[in-house]
């Protein structure tokens, strides 16, 4: 499976051979395997990844390669959103950076991360069509733990996810928290019977919801999506419910994107995220 690559922004001058400190990971030895399919990727299912990547085709690619597997995926266009990522949440297992993307490269949005050590538990993994020696020891050098080469190979990820990681046990996991209640309560006034009652209008209102979105997007209306998913954001905005907040506007801005329809991978992620909402509604009460 093949990525196409574009280069938008060059390698800062007077910086390609600094090396940055970079902090120690254990890693497990890669078993010798066969050929890796999407399936193998179910192992690593609990694992949440960020993925800076500028290209709409690139993170099409890399979304519907991990759909369905249990991977969380949260997605960064520039090194500059990276990073503005992290400073909301660090509970990511591992982050896949671009090496060339406007405003912030990923050269210097790794340096940037490698000098907060609240993020040292995270390694970063190089994309890029780079792969000459003194390329990959450029990344390296700025703090990058490993290098993907593009077009990307299934099996090369298989293995730095295998290395990188730990398989997540499916007794012991407990998916990320999607409801907010502190702040869902706060925009109620306090008042637990209101918010209690929008939170069941809810789940009335949406718990099919996957199944209206995935229709209006293959059929191409993409005006019906877009109010459905502009009532969602709104909702989901009060009630507190941040994760899938995201991922609504994330498909909704995706909208804009009609050659490529990068939108359609994304519904499996909002999928699972709604599952997970509508548990923790019920279990609220």
Do not use: W
């Amino acid at each position: 499976m093949g990525i196409i690559i574009q280069i938008y922004s060059k390698r800062p001058r007077g910086t390609q051979n600094m090396t940055t400190p970079t902090p120690h990971f254990n890693t497990r030895a890669v078993p010798s395997h066969e050929k890796i399919t999407k399936e193998n990727f179910k192992e690593f299912a609990g694992i949440h990844i960020l993925v800076a990547e500028d290209n709409l085709i690139n993170q099409k690619v890399i979304k519907g390669l991990l759909a369905g597997t249990g991977i969380e995926i949260t997605m960064a266009d520039d090194g500059q959103d990276a990073l503005d990522i992290l400073k909301r949440k660090n509970d990511f297992s591992l982050i896949l950076m671009d090496a060339h993307m406007p405003r912030v490269d990923g050269f210097e949005a790794t340096r940037t991360i490698r000098k907060n050590a609240q993020y040292n538990h995270i390694p970063i993994v190089a994309l890029s069509g780079d792969i000459a020696p003194d390329d990959v020891k450029k990344m390296k050098n700025a703090g990058m733990q490993e290098h993907l080469a593009k077009p990307l190979k299934i099996s090369a990820l298989y293995d730095v996810f295998y290395a990188y990681t730990q398989k997540v046990s499916q007794k012991n996991h407990v998916p990320p928290q999607e409801l907010n209640i502190k702040n869902g309560l706060k925009i109620c006034g306090n008042d637990e019977a209101f918010y209690k009652e929008l939170l069941h209008d809810f789940r009335n209102m949406y718990k099919d919801s996957t199944h209206l979105l995935g229709k209006y997007l293959r059929a191409g209306q993409l005006k019906k999506a877009d109010a459905l998913l502009l009532d969602i954001v709104g909702l989901t905005a009060n009630l507190g419910a941040d994760s899938f907040h995201s991922i609504a506007q994330e498909i909704k801005a995706a909208l804009k994107d009609t050659t490529e329809q990068s939108y359609l991978t994304l519904v499996e992620q909002y999928q699972l995220q709604l599952n997970h909402l509508l548990l923790e509604i019920k279990k609220y009460g």
